[in-house]
Protein backbone atom coordinates (compact mmCIF):
# COMPACT_ATOMS: atom_id res chain seq x y z
CA UNK A 1 0.00 0.00 0.00
CA UNK A 2 3.32 2.39 -0.35
CA UNK A 3 1.11 4.29 -3.00
CA UNK A 4 -1.05 5.64 -1.04
CA UNK A 5 -0.85 9.22 0.13
CA UNK A 6 -3.67 9.06 2.62
CA UNK A 7 -3.71 7.30 5.99
CA UNK A 8 -4.32 3.38 4.87
CA UNK A 9 -3.62 0.43 7.28
CA UNK A 10 -4.41 -3.09 6.05
CA UNK A 11 -5.94 -5.03 8.71
CA UNK A 12 -6.94 -8.74 9.30
CA UNK A 13 -9.05 -10.99 6.88
CA UNK A 14 -8.03 -8.82 3.73
CA UNK A 15 -9.35 -5.84 4.91
CA UNK A 16 -8.33 -1.91 5.30
CA UNK A 17 -8.91 0.67 7.57
CA UNK A 18 -9.13 4.35 6.57
CA UNK A 19 -8.41 7.27 8.37
CA UNK A 20 -10.48 10.21 7.94
CA UNK A 21 -9.91 13.73 8.75
CA UNK A 22 -12.89 15.25 10.13
CA UNK A 23 -11.56 18.50 10.06
CA UNK A 24 -12.13 18.36 6.07
CA UNK A 25 -15.33 15.74 5.60
CA UNK A 26 -18.29 15.79 8.06
CA UNK A 27 -19.59 12.64 9.91
CA UNK A 28 -22.67 12.81 8.22
CA UNK A 29 -20.43 12.46 4.74
CA UNK A 30 -18.41 9.68 6.22
CA UNK A 31 -21.64 7.70 6.99
CA UNK A 32 -23.47 8.70 3.65
CA UNK A 33 -19.72 6.93 2.11
CA UNK A 34 -19.79 3.98 4.51
CA UNK A 35 -23.73 3.18 3.62
CA UNK A 36 -22.42 3.07 0.26
CA UNK A 37 -20.05 0.00 0.59
CA UNK A 38 -22.54 -2.00 2.57
CA UNK A 39 -24.03 -4.20 0.26
CA UNK A 40 -20.34 -5.74 -0.47
CA UNK A 41 -18.33 -4.92 2.78
CA UNK A 42 -18.81 -5.20 6.41
CA UNK A 43 -17.67 -1.36 7.14
CA UNK A 44 -16.96 -0.21 10.82
CA UNK A 45 -17.07 3.88 12.07
CA UNK A 46 -15.21 4.33 14.93
CA UNK A 47 -13.98 7.25 16.31
CA UNK A 48 -10.41 7.72 16.97
CA UNK A 49 -10.33 11.39 18.57
CA UNK A 50 -12.25 14.63 17.88
CA UNK A 51 -10.06 15.25 14.51
CA UNK A 52 -10.24 11.73 12.92
CA UNK A 53 -12.51 8.80 12.05
CA UNK A 54 -11.13 5.32 11.56
CA UNK A 55 -13.47 3.27 8.69
CA UNK A 56 -12.75 -0.79 8.61
CA UNK A 57 -13.77 -2.34 5.48
CA UNK A 58 -13.84 -5.72 5.16
CA UNK A 59 -14.77 -8.08 2.16
CA UNK A 60 -18.21 -10.14 3.17
CA UNK A 61 -16.96 -12.71 0.42
CA UNK A 62 -14.45 -14.75 2.30
CA UNK A 63 -12.71 -15.02 -0.93
CA UNK A 64 -12.44 -11.44 -1.96
CA UNK A 65 -10.41 -8.50 -0.62
CA UNK A 66 -10.65 -5.03 -0.43
CA UNK A 67 -8.30 -3.50 -3.29
CA UNK A 68 -6.19 -0.34 -2.86
CA UNK A 69 -9.09 0.85 -5.99
CA UNK A 70 -11.80 -0.15 -3.40
CA UNK A 71 -9.77 2.07 -1.37
CA UNK A 72 -9.25 4.59 -3.66
CA UNK A 73 -12.71 4.63 -4.76
CA UNK A 74 -13.69 5.45 -1.34
CA UNK A 75 -11.94 8.22 -1.16
CA UNK A 76 -13.35 9.56 -3.99
CA UNK A 77 -17.06 8.62 -2.90
CA UNK A 78 -15.92 10.41 0.59
CA UNK A 79 -15.45 13.59 -1.55
CA UNK A 80 -18.57 13.48 -3.41
CA UNK A 81 -20.67 12.84 -0.43
CA UNK A 82 -19.10 15.87 1.43
CA UNK A 83 -19.76 18.05 -1.54
CA UNK A 84 -23.34 16.74 -1.30
CA UNK A 85 -23.36 17.52 2.32
CA UNK A 86 -22.32 21.45 1.52
CA UNK A 87 -24.55 22.05 -1.49
CA UNK A 88 -27.72 21.14 0.79
CA UNK A 89 -26.16 23.41 3.30
CA UNK A 90 -25.88 25.94 1.21
CA UNK A 91 -29.14 25.59 -1.29
CA UNK A 92 -31.01 23.36 0.23
CA UNK A 93 -33.30 26.10 1.44
CA UNK A 94 -34.12 26.89 -2.67
CA UNK A 95 -34.73 23.06 -2.97
CA UNK A 96 -37.21 23.30 -0.31
CA UNK A 97 -39.11 26.40 -1.94
CA UNK A 98 -38.89 24.80 -5.36
CA UNK A 99 -41.45 21.79 -3.32
CA UNK A 100 -43.03 24.14 -1.37
CA UNK A 101 -44.22 25.70 -5.09
CA UNK A 102 -45.22 22.12 -7.01
CA UNK A 103 -47.15 20.94 -3.68
CA UNK A 104 -49.12 24.44 -3.27
CA UNK A 105 -52.71 23.75 -3.93
CA UNK A 106 -53.91 25.17 -7.49
CA UNK A 107 -56.68 27.66 -6.35
CA UNK A 108 -58.83 28.54 -9.32
Known amino acids: MKDFKIPVTEVGNGGFQVSVDLNIYSVDAVTATCYKYTDKFYV ?3 TADEKTMNIILEAKDSNATVSSETV ?3 CNDLIDQQVRVL ?3 DFGHIRDLIVEEAF ?3 NK
Request: hydrophobic share 25%.
Open 44 to 46: HQQ
Open 72 to 74: KQF
Open 87 to 89: VNR
Open 104 to 106: KPV
